[in-house]
């Protein structure tokens, strides 16, 4: 029951999280629309959150959490200690020179990510990006240092401070987009002071967790013994491939985000809305089962517990398959009550509802990939093999942009999300197949009885969808917010009764999931 429960301690958390994180959307979209500035913004705010989810969900937890774990079962405190300190060091060393160059060579930064924007029609927009990056560059160091407490924290089992640290986040935007905008000649420059101050604000919560642990590092060290370090090395080795491997979705959005600005003025802001909604699903299940997977995958493989570790991985995909599957369905088929529901407010017209809203249903095509490959990445990553997903992130990158020369030109700012999805769902099935193949992953017995329950009460939710879209105009209901979200809370609530119900009359339980079948 350990892994279920830190998994739903991650999980309640990361809900919070991601409710105030709605709330800051719904403001930014009821105050500023869909535009121009809004595009800016989002543009902006791509380079921190590419290394905030880099850095916080990726390379350097991947890389950094096993060999850490190792370290605390074989060295001695003292030795773990000092490694801390090492790594500590070089971090932030390297991210203080990186952040210095890019509040520097912003305009090249935002020339070269958003090239659409340089047109002189887009002017205003390109200065606001250049403006917002600047204040926002200094978030990376921010958030790279939170990486780094985090991984010790959860190699501790301390998961719940990491998870509730983006709360903050969140609640410093809300609070700059309420209080701050009438400082400011652009009022959404305000978002990004809003943004720096939530960085250090995570950063402050999570470095008094690790003062109580006695687990702050120092940085009295010397560079050159960190970097000579033989440890801090293989932590290096491993996570520089990874940079490519676990960001192959973020760098393909850089790309798309890219490809976005030169399509119609907003398509930013409707993906970046859409996105919001998708990161719901990802990170309730597929985050919180990679966060909690990757330490019990790293133990079992050092104790060469070959039984555990397949059996971890194929609790973690039926999890994956139970509530992905009804998230990816939800979506797909309420995109247009939720979007209405969340952001048709103000200065969000009718038409931004509509093409956010074809930008979730492309999107939740590959909801499922997203999740598998937060499950199986682990699997390589706790062998400390980054090889092998480089490899699939380099297939799936080309793959993506080229499904964009199809799609683009057919389905606009959708057709980008949709190649992200497929190429997720690509992603995963290739990491699946290779664990299979090498025999690291053998799946339990009893997949088709499996599939076989899930399917009647996935046909039970979507009839509850369909007949809910059928009766309830979503933008119409704009005059009556609280009707509206009434409505759409009751329609959820049904779906949810319909497939749980469904399954437990398929013989589903709950004890079937609480731990890893062997």
């Given at each position: 029951?350990?892994?279920?429960?830190?998994?739903?301690?991650?999980?309640?958390?990361?809900?919070?999280?991601?409710?105030?994180?709605?709330?800051?959307?719904?403001?930014?979209?009821?105050?500023?629309?869909?535009?121009?500035?809004?595009?800016?913004?989002?543009?902006?705010?791509?380079?921190?959150?590419?290394?905030?989810?880099?850095?916080?969900?990726?390379?350097?937890?991947?890389?950094?959490?096993?060999?850490?774990?190792?370290?605390?079962?074989?060295?001695?405190?003292?030795?773990?200690?000092?490694?801390?300190?090492?790594?500590?060091?070089?971090?932030?060393?390297?991210?203080?020179?990186?952040?210095?160059?890019?509040?520097?060579?912003?305009?090249?930064?935002?020339?070269?990510?958003?090239?659409?924007?340089?047109?002189?029609?887009?002017?205003?927009?390109?200065?606001?990006?250049?403006?917002?990056?600047?204040?926002?560059?200094?978030?990376?160091?921010?958030?790279?240092?939170?990486?780094?407490?985090?991984?010790?924290?959860?190699?501790?089992?301390?998961?719940?401070?990491?998870?509730?640290?983006?709360?903050?986040?969140?609640?410093?935007?809300?609070?700059?987009?309420?209080?701050?905008?009438?400082?400011?000649?652009?009022?959404?420059?305000?978002?990004?002071?809003?943004?720096?101050?939530?960085?250090?604000?995570?950063?402050?919560?999570?470095?008094?967790?690790?003062?109580?642990?006695?687990?702050?590092?120092?940085?009295?060290?010397?560079?050159?013994?960190?970097?000579?370090?033989?440890?801090?090395?293989?932590?290096?080795?491993?996570?520089?491939?990874?940079?490519?491997?676990?960001?192959?979705?973020?760098?393909?959005?850089?790309?798309?985000?890219?490809?976005a600005t030169w399509l119609t003025p907003g398509s930013v802001t409707w993906l970046s809305f859409a996105d919001r909604l998708m990161e719901f699903p990802t990170a309730l299940l597929g985050i919180a089962l990679g966060t909690v997977l990757l330490p019990s995958l790293s133990s079992a493989h050092a104790k060469q517990d070959l039984?555990?570790?397949?059996?971890?991985?194929?609790?973690?995909?039926?999890?994956?398959?139970?509530?992905?599957?009804?998230?990816?369905?939800?979506?797909?088929?309420?995109?247009?009550?939720?979007?209405?529901?969340?952001?048709?407010?103000g200065a969000f017209a009718s038409a931004d509802v509509f093409q956010t809203r074809l930008a979730v249903m492309a999107y939740s095509v590959g909801l499922l990939g997203l999740l598998a490959i937060k499950i199986l990445a682990p699997g390589f990553y706790a062998k400390q093999d980054i090889r092998t997903p480089v490899k699939i992130a380099i297939i799936v990158l080309v793959l993506t942009q080229a499904m964009n020369l199809v799609l683009v030109p057919w389905l606009q700012h959708a057709g980008?999300?949709?190649?992200?999805?497929?190429?997720?769902?690509?992603?995963?099935?290739?990491?699946?197949?290779?664990?299979?193949?090498?025999?690291?992953?053998?799946?339990?017995?009893?997949?088709?009885?499996?599939?076989?329950?899930?399917?009647?009460?996935?046909?039970?939710?979507?009839?509850?969808?369909?007949?809910?879209?059928?009766?309830?105009?979503?933008?119409?209901?704009?005059?009556?917010?609280?009707?509206?979200?009434?409505?759409?809370?009751?329609?959820?609530?049904?779906?949810?009764?319909?497939?749980?119900?469904?399954?437990?009359?398929?013989?589903?339980?709950?004890?079937?999931?609480?731990?890893?079948?062997?």
């Amino acid at each position: 029951m350990g892994l279920l429960r830190s998994a739903a301690t991650i999980s309640g958390l990361t809900f919070f999280s991601r409710i105030t994180g709605l709330i800051r959307d719904i403001l930014i979209a009821s105050t500023f629309g869909a535009g121009p500035l809004t595009d800016a913004f989002w543009v902006a705010f791509r380079i921190p959150n590419l290394l905030r989810r880099l850095f916080g969900e990726g390379a350097f937890s991947q890389a950094f959490v096993p060999i850490l774990g190792e370290a605390r079962s074989k060295a001695a405190p003292q030795e773990v200690r000092l490694l801390l300190d090492r790594v500590a060091l070089l971090l932030g060393v390297a991210l203080l020179i990186v952040t210095l160059v890019g509040i520097v060579s912003a305009p090249w930064v935002v020339g070269a990510m958003a090239s659409g924007l340089l047109s002189e029609s887009r002017q205003t927009g390109f200065d606001a990006a250049v403006w917002m990056t600047r204040v926002m560059f200094p978030y990376i160091l921010c958030m790279s240092l939170v990486a780094f407490a985090s991984g010790v924290l959860n190699t501790w089992s301390r998961f719940a401070i990491p998870a509730f640290t983006p709360v903050l986040l969140n609640l410093s935007m809300i609070a700059a987009s309420i209080f701050l905008t009438s400082y400011f000649a652009l009022p959404i420059y305000a978002l990004a002071v809003g943004v720096m101050i939530g960085g250090i604000a995570q950063l402050a919560v999570q470095w008094l967790a690790l003062v109580r642990l006695g687990l702050a590092p120092r940085f009295s060290g010397s560079l050159g013994a960190a970097w000579r370090d033989s440890t801090v090395r293989r932590i290096l080795r491993q996570m520089l491939p990874a940079i490519l491997g676990v960001s192959v979705a973020q760098i393909s959005l850089l790309i798309n985000t890219n490809i976005a600005t030169w399509l119609t003025p907003g398509s930013v802001t409707w993906l970046s809305f859409a996105d919001r909604l998708m990161e719901f699903p990802t990170a309730l299940l597929g985050i919180a089962l990679g966060t909690v997977l990757l330490p019990s995958l790293s133990s079992a493989h050092a104790k060469q517990d070959l039984d555990r570790y397949s059996s971890l991985l194929d609790w973690g995909l039926r999890l994956v398959f139970l509530l992905g599957l009804p998230a990816a369905l939800g979506l797909a088929l309420l995109s247009e009550g939720l979007v209405a529901t969340l952001f048709h407010y103000g200065a969000f017209a009718s038409a931004d509802v509509f093409q956010t809203r074809l930008a979730v249903m492309a999107y939740s095509v590959g909801l499922l990939g997203l999740l598998a490959i937060k499950i199986l990445a682990p699997g390589f990553y706790a062998k400390q093999d980054i090889r092998t997903p480089v490899k699939i992130a380099i297939i799936v990158l080309v793959l993506t942009q080229a499904m964009n020369l199809v799609l683009v030109p057919w389905l606009q700012h959708a057709g980008l999300a949709l190649s992200i999805g497929l190429g997720a769902t690509v992603n995963a099935a290739l990491l699946g197949w290779l664990l299979r193949n090498r025999g690291v992953y053998r799946p339990v017995r009893g997949w088709t009885s499996f599939f076989a329950r899930v399917l009647p009460a996935l046909a039970a939710l979507g009839c509850v969808l369909v007949l809910a879209n059928r009766h309830i105009d979503w933008l119409a209901l704009n005059t009556a917010p609280g009707t509206r979200a009434a409505w759409l809370g009751g329609v959820l609530l049904t779906a949810v009764i319909a497939y749980f119900g469904v399954l437990v009359l398929c013989g589903f339980r709950l004890g079937d999931f609480t731990r890893p079948r062997k």
